[in-house]
């Protein structure tokens, strides 16, 4: 017969007893478990009901109990019947049936076991991060408590027997069997950030995970005054999502009251109504000084409470101190003692894609345009973005024009570019702007000093507050929710006597700083320029800072006088190559070497399509307009391949010496890297490779040995972010989907790790790690949860797999075997993005980086080539047989394994390595570096997103390992006081080569920059 011909469904299940007692007891059990009697009878004529082996027993009451589960199928009848006259066989209690129930709440299903003294016994289940509990009912029924409903391929546990009934014990192992541990409010404030929404959900999950309770503290301080329903606990769900979007959900008000005493007691009596007793504010200098004052004052406003009546005694011993700990949320990029603040990553992200689009319109119409970004005292935004743009002239408050007419020499540098050639002209001013006089510099008198003097139509953008909107940035959403984790470990490490910290990030190193020095350091830097002492307040910035603004402005305009800066003798031929993949930021560095090269009087040449090209000789040079726009443009100008020229040394050799070339610029990836590699072991055979080399990394994988960073990984990143923000979108849609996302990296899991934290995958699979049963496992079952707790308002989830992170379990098997072991509660689809992520426009963060290490590269080149000029006299000195003395080699000629180099970005140092150095910590097989310092934050993807977590309870079953590094005091005046380095901050490797700048640099003044 065909399945269900007979058209069966299911009815319910039937409990019976003899017994009074028992028949109540049954009852009474189902109902503490959520069970609804739907119908409860006593027949007054006993009715002959059950039939079986003609044997009939007469139901004198029963009971009809209906579990509303959250889906129909889910649904449960129990019929609870009590009759007289002959026992039914296939119902006497030695015939006990199994019922299995699921609930999410296992935690609770104990308590009401213990509290009602019903018998249990726990069993971990290998497949999930909770217990299975068995007890019985009244009647000798086996119940099992399970954590999802049981399907047809997963059996209900196999492995558990008929269990013998014993009294519970309660020392066992329960995630949430310790208490809280703190009470953390949130609150943003001042004006809102992108990465501030990340920040607050990373604070409130990652609380939850360590056992503490988080509570939203709506509109900030005036939320924190007002009380009320202002002051809600947040629960896990209530920040999913949170990673999208910009601005601040819990928002942000100015607050009049919160600057009286009485308004801030107010708050005070608000927080311990509350049980709050630490606060994380997210905010700007005033915001994080509000709250530092809060603190100081709050034994005097909890004295007075308390005297008030107003609190108890035991309240007033209980709450006698406030943690305070602060993160800057400050697009203008302003604190003083970070190198980057949450937010301004995102704003720079913002002007670079309005700018963009006004120079498409500009260049239509030749046309100049005045850009105002915003920055009161801080002229990061304006620097950084005339920078990624390709900006002809900048005004940053830090350092006004020196000339006191400085309006003559704009127009003349911006009318020799215009001789040049080039069609446009963009000024970007930042709304502090001044002149050396403190005088304000506005965006409508550039406008009517470019149309009255040089004749040019001129518009003003004035971009506002667009550069506060829009979704955060991939390097935002890293850093605000890294910090946001950190902040609770600040909180939990803290005693009374702790400084305020402040969460900030120096040397591309996690920080926590004393917050009152913090925000001094700040606000000294508008002190000194109010003090007309702008090398004083340059000086307080990032040592980063100085060096970008002297960098752009030797290769922002075209100086047609440059030639006449370096004597004929010094001049050089300098050679551009790309090797390997595409990566954005290759055109960009591409373009700064060239402008610099030809402002100095260098000779820049481009080397067309890889080494093959260079064998080819399909070298020319390049002028100042062929690079014109090559500072938003992806991919490769130049052309690249990954072809090495091992096999074909000597062509590399003849064209290098046959074009006089004095020195070598390669861009590329792994095989740009192995390239130069190469050509160093050869120089031994082809004198004309003894000439200085330097490899700037350019690759998504960020697998290049000797740096932190390579351009267009933040590229990659943002596209594999914005690409997952759209994919969990679709997801979210189904209720009921999982995409299995594929990355690129090669065998290096940087990609997916840092997207993985920043798009909110629900886990990452990397080649560092692997994939294997058990951890496919362990995350099948933590979606099974997920989705059962969440049924028909699930959100989407996305899971990041590298390309290599296993040769068995490809992307598609893991999102087949996602999909076989859902148990209907989820589907899974996959998505790969393949060469996306090595296209489109490059993003701000890596057209800054390579401006500055194409800057740097060239000076070195420049320096090299210089010292290798030197000439020795070699008469009278007798050479071994077979070796020429040196004035028979080319002009530059060196050889020394100094000379051939990486640059790389160490912390927030560019540093030269020699590649012969970096080979020991190279493993040319994966082709990856054996040094991993993004590893750190892998933690993190799995426990935000729930993994192991009792998100009910709280608790956390792995282990977070702080990775902050604290900074006192003294630290602070040692960074920004004398400019010294910190070895706190320094990987233990380099504490020699540190210790050895400190002893040269002891007399260096705080003004040096």
């Known amino acids: 017969m065909a399945n269900n011909d007979l058209d069966l469904a299911f009815s319910h299940i039937a409990l019976v007893t003899d017994c009074q007692d028992l028949f109540q007891k049954t009852i009474d059990f189902y109902q503490d478990f959520g069970l609804s009697v739907v119908r409860h009878v006593q027949h007054d004529v006993p009715q002959k009901d059950v039939i079986v082996d003609d044997k009939t027993s007469a139901v004198t009451k029963e009971a009809w109990l209906h579990l509303f589960g959250c889906r129909a199928e889910n649904s449960v009848t129990l019929r609870v019947v009590q009759v007289v006259g002959e026992k039914v066989g296939c119902e006497q209690l030695s015939n006990t049936i199994r019922v299995c129930l699921a609930t999410q709440r296992i935690k609770e299903v104990k308590d009401i076991l213990k509290s009602n003294k019903y018998s249990f016994t726990i069993h971990p289940d290998p497949r999930h991060l909770t217990d299975r509990v068995a007890t019985r009912d009244p009647l000798g029924n086996d119940v099992l408590f399970l954590t999802e409903p049981t399907m047809f391929s997963m059996p209900a546990s196999p492995e558990v027997k008929p269990l013998p009934v014993h009294e519970s014990t309660d020392d066992e192992f329960d995630l949430s069997a310790s208490p809280v541990r703190k009470n953390i409010g949130i609150l943003t404030s001042g004006g809102d950030a992108q990465g501030m929404n990340p920040c607050v959900r990373a604070v409130v999950r990652m609380a939850i995970a360590r056992r503490c309770r988080p509570f939203f503290i709506y509109e900030g301080y005036q939320g924190l005054v007002d009380g009320g329903d202002k002051i809600r606990e947040a629960k896990w769900s209530d920040v999913s999502g949170f990673l999208t979007l910009g601005g601040t959900m819990i928002g942000t008000a100015r607050c009049k009251q919160f600057r009286e005493l009485e308004g801030r007691r107010t708050g005070v009596l608000n927080l311990i109504r509350n049980g709050i007793d630490a606060l994380v504010v997210i905010g700007g200098d005033g915001s994080l000084t509000g709250a530092d004052r809060l603190r100081a004052e709050w034994p005097e406003h909890v004295e007075a409470l308390e005297a008030e009546g107003k609190i108890t005694k035991e309240q007033g011993n209980k709450y006698r101190s406030l943690m305070i700990v602060g993160m800057v949320g400050s697009i203008d990029n302003d604190l003083a003692s970070t190198d980057m603040t949450i937010g301004a990553c995102s704003a720079l992200e913002r002007i670079c894609e309005s700018v963009d689009a006004i120079l498409s319109t500009a260049m239509s119409h030749q046309r100049a345009f005045v850009v105002e970004v915003m920055g009161r005292h801080c002229g990061w935004l304006a620097l950084n973005a005339a920078i990624s743009t390709g900006a002809d002239y900048l005004f ?96 939990l490490r803290a005693t009374p006597q702790t400084p305020s910290p402040v969460i900030g990030m120096l040397e591309n190193k996690i920080t926590t700083q004393p917050l009152k020095e913090a925000i001094e350091l700040t606000g000294q830097v508008a002190q000194a320029i109010e003090a007309k002492e702008f090398d004083r307040a340059m000086g307080l910035r990032a040592a980063s800072f100085a060096k970008q603004l002297h960098a752009y402005k030797e290769i922002a305009n075209f100086n047609p006088e440059s030639k006449m800066k370096l004597p004929e003798g010094k001049r050089l031929r300098i050679a551009i190559i790309h090797a390997g993949a595409p990566a954005g930021g290759m055109n960009t560095a591409t373009r700064s070497a060239v402008r610099l090269c030809l402002n100095r009087g260098h000779t820049p040449l481009a080397v067309h399509n890889g080494f093959p090209g260079l064998m080819r000789g399909e070298i020319d040079e390049l002028d100042w307009l062929s690079v014109d726009g090559w500072t938003i443009a992806g991919g490769s100008k130049l052309g690249t391949n990954r072809d090495q020229p091992e096999p074909q040394m000597g062509a590399v050799a003849y064209q290098l010496q046959k074009n006089r070339i004095d020195a070598l610029l390669v861009i590329g990836g792994f095989e740009a890297f192995t390239a130069v590699l190469q050509l160093e072991r050869a120089r031994t055979q082809y004198p004309a490779l003894n000439i200085p080399m330097v490899l700037i990394p350019a690759t998504v994988s960020n697998n290049v040995p000797g740096t932190d960073f390579s351009l267009g990984s933040d590229t990659a ?124 426009t490059p993003s701000p963060l890596d057209r800054c980086r390579a401006n500055t290490m194409a800057v740097d590269a060239i000076n070195w080149l420049q320096t090299k080539c210089w010292d290798a000029m030197e000439i020795p006299n070699e008469d009278g000195f007798r050479l071994p047989a077979g070796q020429l003395k040196r004035k028979y080699f080319p002009s530059v000629y060196a050889s020394t394994p100094d000379t051939v180099a990486v640059l790389g970005v160490i912390g927030s140092e560019m540093r030269f390595t020699p590649i012969v150095d970096l080979v020991a910590s190279t493993d040319f097989e994966r082709r990856v570096s054996r040094t991993i310092w993004w590893l750190a934050p892998r933690q993190l993807v799995d426990i935000l997103c729930g993994v192991g977590v009792d998100i009910k309870n709280g608790g956390c079953t792995t282990n977070y390992k702080s990775c902050a590094i604290e900074l006192t005091a003294d630290d602070l005046m040692r960074i920004y006081g004398q400019h010294r380095r910190l070895s706190k901050l320094v990987d233990p490797s380099e504490l020699e080569r540190l210790q050895l700048a400190d002893e040269q640099e002891t007399t260096a003044s705080a003004s040096r920059f």
């Open 717 to 840: 990143a943002n596209v594999i972010v914005q690409a997952a923000d759209m994919i969990k979108q679709s997801a979210s849609s189904n209720r009921r989907r999982v995409f299995v996302i594929e990355v690129q990296g090669g065998n290096c899991g940087y990609l997916a790790v840092m997207a993985g934290l920043s798009g909110g995958s629900t886990t990452v699979y990397t080649p560092e790690e692997g994939v294997d049963l058990s951890r496919l496992q362990r995350d099948i079952a933590h979606l099974r949860s997920r989705y059962v707790a969440e049924l028909g308002r699930s959100e989407g989830r996305v899971t990041l797999c590298n390309e290599r992170a296993s040769k068995i379990y490809t992307t598609e098997m893991i999102s087949k075997i996602y999909e076989a072991e859902s148990g209907g509660f989820y589907g899974a689809r996959t998505a790969v993005l393949g060469h996306l992520q090595q296209g489109g």
């Open 396 to 491: 940053i408050p830090e350092a006004p024009p020196k000339q006191e007419d400085w309006e003559a020499s704009m127009c003349k540098t911006l009318k020799a570019s215009r001789d040049a050639g080039k069609r446009t002209s963009l000024v970007i001013i930042a709304e502090g702007a001044i002149d050396r006089h403190l005088n304000p510099i506005k965006s409508e008198y550039i406008r009517d000093i470019l149309a009255t003097r040089l004749g040019y139509d001129t518009r003003v953008t004035i971009l506002g507050h667009v550069q506060r909107g829009g979704a955060p940035a991939h390097f935002d959403r890293f850093l605000g929710t890294i910090q946001g984790a950190e902040a609770v470990e600040a909180i």
